[in-house]
């Protein structure tokens, strides 16, 4: 397989879930297998404007510590090979390989629709994560700036909100975040998957890199603003030699949380991580899905509720008590997150504060 520089998938892989026909190769998907000079030509990044009728996303999923998301964006330029989101593109008719980190979707009235949702007689505020499909500061940010005016808007109307992300950009909104945090109204995740540049450059190739990544999260905490490490995905024979060192280097920053995610291979994303493997890492492939596999039931990925977050047998165990220990040793808790919603501002429907 062709490595396809600055990309974390080596191809447009398919789908047909949704019922929709197979993709018929266009330039782009050419222009990513051809050869030019032994290379393959770099691919461009395009953004496409969504004009969506609601932003705010509820969910009822008993596993996750948050009912309702905002998006800004539909595909990730980080490009995360393991990324569980890789799936959605196909929803588009967009293969969740490539096309997932090149043709990207924004949604610039984001914090307009935000507020109109806000302003609904029945709405009763509880914090809204952001980052829980694709990265919010990921680099199209930089020119949406969609994510801080969400962050705005929740500091003018006091409402809880959660940033999750793999990105040093996050710094750029250290200004709303601080303020946020010193109404007790946000908190900040950093996922850290190794403390190797290369490999990091490999695994995510247009996420900060793993110094910028802790920096970010030295910085937050001098700020004031409540952060959290996440080792997360540890990916077996891969990433899992650096979980000791990451939580080491959290704690050293004054980071007090933590957590960890054991590798997902929803749908798509099992054939685009086995290709990757076997294009960077062809002499442990078949040993990192096997240990995959023996967490997950002989399976890729366990969609059941719980089980889907808490993998178990043997290399679960040994993970899990790895982290309890390094944890211990370095002052690292678990994330106690209890944001205050009572100071939540009801705007009107025509867009001002509600008084009264």
Sequence with gaps: MVKVRGRGATQNATSTRFNLPEREVDGDWLDAQSMV??????????VTRLKPKTILSFNASPDIPFDRSVNSYQGCEHGCIYCYARPTHAYHDLSPGLDFETKLFAKPEAARLLRDTLAKPGYMPAPIAMGTNTDPYQP????YRITRDVLELCLELRHPVTITTKSARVLDDLDLLAELARHNLTAVGISVTSLDPRLSGLLEPRASSPAKRLAALEKLVAAGVPTHVSVAPVIPSITDEFMEGILEAAAERGVRSASWIMLRLPHEVAPLFREWLDTHFPDRAAKVIAIVQSVRGGKDNDAQFFTRMKPHGVWADLLRTRFR???????????QLDLD????????PGGQLDLF
């Design 37 to 46: 000079d032994g290379e393959p030509p770099k691919l461009r990044t395009t």
């Design 140 to 143: 199209i940010e930089g020119h």
């Design 325 to 335: 220990i390094a944890c211990r040793k370095h002052g690292i808790g678990k994330a």
């Design 341 to 348: 919603c009572s100071q939540f501002r009801k705007p009107s």
